[in-house]
């Protein structure tokens, strides 16, 4: 059983399965899932549901038909392709948040790169937590090639993913690579043949929604992302008060309960107050 919204014309789709995950899928296959036309307004409306809902604990995040994003649509065409609008108001065509509100959320997202992912769908597909990929999908940062910057972030968080030698090829080249090439780099987890990507994607984001805490998952997240500004002092004093209050929520005794009782934990869901 599961909770679908959305017509096939939606620009994008939200379903929320039984197992705690949320899928949200890019639905604009005719124009590679280009960032535009409502999409960036559908697209945190079923975030922020998701982010929500307390029976969402893990959220998937992919794109319908051949493309994961293509990049921004810039009116003639992506902003990976050719005939771009100069007038384009690219403020308005992102909308009111950049990619890295993502890296806010208290619920892990996890990017199930269907196939190409350009310019600014690669920068969103990058501020999610993990990342998979199908055999055949092509990446690319594109900009240096449009005469255009490393934007929105993506200057920050490809170095943390990839290293800063990677991330100089990458971003100055604008060269196209592979899936297979992306994996190599540590940009995604694992390459499976496409038929095979989303059953993968959802048995991986359903262990994490049954098995993990979500409070765990939430402070985590915190902590990966602050600590990246951080030094390692700083860091460390943080993890410890963290710790402390970590030990005095129930999920701390439920997870050490059922490991020794050998079952699988059964954590209450995110509240409201959470960090």
């Given at each position: 059983m599961s909770d679908q919204t959305g017509s096939q014309t939606s620009a994008v789709l939200?379903?929320?399965?039984?197992?705690?995950?949320?899928?949200?899928?890019?639905?604009?296959?005719?124009?590679m899932n280009a960032w535009g036309g409502g999409l960036a307004t559908d697209f945190y409306r079923c975030i922020d549901r998701a982010e929500a809902d307390p029976d969402v604990r893990v959220i998937v995040?992919?794109?319908s038909?051949?493309?994961?994003?293509?990049?921004?649509?810039m009116g003639g065409g992506t902003i990976a392709g050719a005939d771009i609008a100069a007038d384009?108001?690219?403020?308005?065509?992102?909308?009111?948040?950049h990619p890295h509100f993502v890296t806010g959320l208290r619920k892990?997202?996890?990017?199930?790169?269907?196939?190409?992912c350009a310019g600014i769908g690669l920068t969103q597909a990058l501020m999610c937590d993990v990342r998979f990929a199908a055999e055949g999908a092509k990446f690319t940062t594109a900009f240096s090639r449009r005469g255009?910057?490393?934007?929105?972030?993506?200057?920050?968080i490809l170095p943390r993913v990839v290293g800063w030698g990677q991330s100089l090829d990458l971003l100055l080249s604008g060269r196209t690579f592979?899936?297979?090439?992306a994996r190599e780099l540590g940009m995604v987890k694992d390459v499976l043949p496409p038929d095979e990507l989303m059953p993968r994607v959802l048995?991986?984001?359903?262990?994490?929604?049954?098995n993990c805490a979500p409070s765990s998952m939430a402070v985590i997240k915190r902590q990966m992302y602050g600590d990246a500004l951080r030094d390692m002092h700083d860091t460390s004093d943080a993890a410890e008060r963290l710790m402390h209050e970590s030990m005095l929520r129930p999920d701390f005794i439920e997870g050490i309960t059922a490991f020794f009782e050998k079952r699988q934990p059964s954590f209450p869901p995110l509240k409201e107050d959470t960090p």
């Open positions: 939200f379903e929320r399965l039984d197992s705690g995950v949320a899928v949200v899928t890019l639905n604009r296959p005719e124009r995040l992919t794109g038909g051949r493309a994961f994003c293509a990049g921004a649509d384009t108001d690219v403020t308005k065509l992102v909308g009111e948040r892990p997202i996890i990017a199930a790169i269907n196939g190409a255009l910057i490393a934007e929105y972030g993506i200057s920050w592979a899936a297979e090439e048995a991986y984001a359903a262990d994490m929604a049954t």
